[in-house]
């Protein structure tokens, strides 16, 4: 279970969510680069995310801030809490070994949510398994290709796959968890 602080806060209410909640959580902080919800600067985020820290199984940090927010990532693996690194692109796939070139060898496992718009993207995102072979990977299409992209991804390797709770997506063309989930089954 994700929760997303830029968008639901610190409050008593995600404070008790995330003290009784019987699941794995993932918590994340998204900056407004990469689409977050709130204009929470760094100081912010790096507050959010050591007050959650105790219950989290996971944090998802983009990797674009992992110097800034090094001290969240430390006191993470002190923690034995997995880190995942994050990159998404609303625009396009960028080429695998840029991609490659992204890697921080403090992340766990690496996510990259790109946009799928036609089938060279979707072709370029299931290469990234090639690219990166023996690496934790979450790969994950946005766009008009991104629903069809995320099982093909998840069935390739891909290690977390998002799907969303209630009536709306978080991201572009993404799945209801439910539909998701059977469709990984099949």
Not at 30 to 38: A, T, V
Not at 42 to 49: E, H, L, Q, T
């Amino acid at each position: 279970m994700e929760l997303r602080l830029d968008s639901l806060g610190t409050g008593n209410e995600v404070l008790h969510f995330a003290k009784t909640c019987p699941l794995p959580l993932l918590i994340t902080a998204r900056g407004p680069r990469e689409g977050g919800l709130s204009d929470w600067g760094i100081a912010d985020r790096a507050a959010a995310y050591l007050q959650l820290l105790p219950y989290a199984s996971a944090i998802d940090i983009e990797l674009r801030d992992f110097d800034p927010l090094g001290n969240v990532i430390a006191e993470a693996k002190q923690q034995e809490i997995v880190v995942v690194g994050s990159f998404h692109d609303f625009e396009k796939t960028p080429d695998p070994q840029g991609l490659a070139a992204k890697f921080d060898p403090r992340a766990d496992l690496h996510k990259f949510a790109l946009m799928a718009t036609s089938l060279s993207c979707v072709r370029a995102q299931l290469s990234l398994f090639e690219t990166l072979p023996g690496n934790a990977l979450s790969i994950m299409g946005m766009g008009p290709l991104g629903a069809a992209a995320r099982p093909l991804m998840a069935r390739a390797g891909s290690l977390l796959n998002y799907g969303y709770l209630g009536e709306t997506p978080t991201a572009p063309n993404q799945w209801q968890a439910g539909l998701l989930k059977q469709a990984l089954s099949v």
